[in-house]
């Protein structure tokens, strides 16, 4: 089963606007990931949040977490076509690292 | 370091052949997973081995499918007989024991499975 449901589906930009997708999830957490998948290099991990923290930022990426409403964001700023991709949020909510992955969000950066 | 690694790329089969994917994780990661991803949907688990032993194949078919990590490093995963329904990537992946150190899993490049 699919732990996190990515929000929109699919997303489409100008180079240099920022991006923003949702992920919700059902059960509690401890931490929560985000990764990126192209054609080209797979999938690749981001960013991972914990359950006790609500923000994070690596380079052009910010993460947030509201465990009250199971949600997460994922923004990234000033992109370039470069971020072309489909990012997933991944859960780890089962004491064994076990990764459970949402269905994710294509997104398609213009030049 | 040296990423994790998969073989084949990718393979042809006939439905009711059987197929075997092989991946090599890195170094010292104890934990293994097996993901198969069907296009346009997000990686599902199909077995999770912590060393040698497994911690998670509740979406395993174990009727077609089995997996094993002999001595706790490389793995291989098994599909006999395949169904059409099996065409997908299978995707291996590997994380340090109990402890995400902020690094998240780290993907092969995945065995694309096409059955006919």
């Known amino acids: 089963s699919q732990q996190g449901e990515e929000d929109p589906q699919a997303l489409s930009i100008q180079e240099g606007e920022n991006a923003t997708m949702n992920c919700s999830y059902k059960t509690s957490i401890n931490n929560l990931q985000w990764y990126r998948q192209n054609s080209g290099r797979g999938l690749v991990h981001l960013i991972l949040i914990r359950s006790n923290e609500r923000e994070k930022h690596s380079g052009r990426l910010r993460v947030t977490l509201d465990t009250s409403k199971k949600s997460s964001s994922l923004l990234i700023t000033a992109s370039r076509a470069a971020d072309t991709a489909s990012y997933f949020c991944?859960?780890?909510?089962?004491?064994?690292?076990?990764?459970?992955f949402g269905k994710g969000t294509m997104l398609l950066v213009s030049p | 370091e040296a990423g994790v690694a998969q073989s084949p790329r990718y393979k042809i089969i006939e439905k009711r052949q059987s197929v075997a994917f092989w991946c090599n994780p890195i170094?010292?990661?104890?934990?293994l997973y097996w993901y198969q991803q069907i296009l346009g949907q997000g990686p599902k688990l199909l077995i999770q081995f912590q060393n040698n032993g497994v911690v998670d194949d509740s979406q395993l078919p174990k009727d077609r499918f089995s997996a094993e990590r002999l001595k706790g490093v490389d793995s291989t995963l098994k599909i006999q007989p395949a169904k059409l329904e099996d065409s997908a990537v299978y995707l291996c992946a590997s994380s340090l024991m109990g402890s995400w150190e902020g690094l998240g899993a780290f993907f092969g490049q995945g065995t694309r499975l096409t059955v006919v």
């Open positions: 991944a859960t780890d909510s089962s004491g064994y690292s076990t990764l459970t």
């Open positions: 170094s010292g990661h104890a934990t």
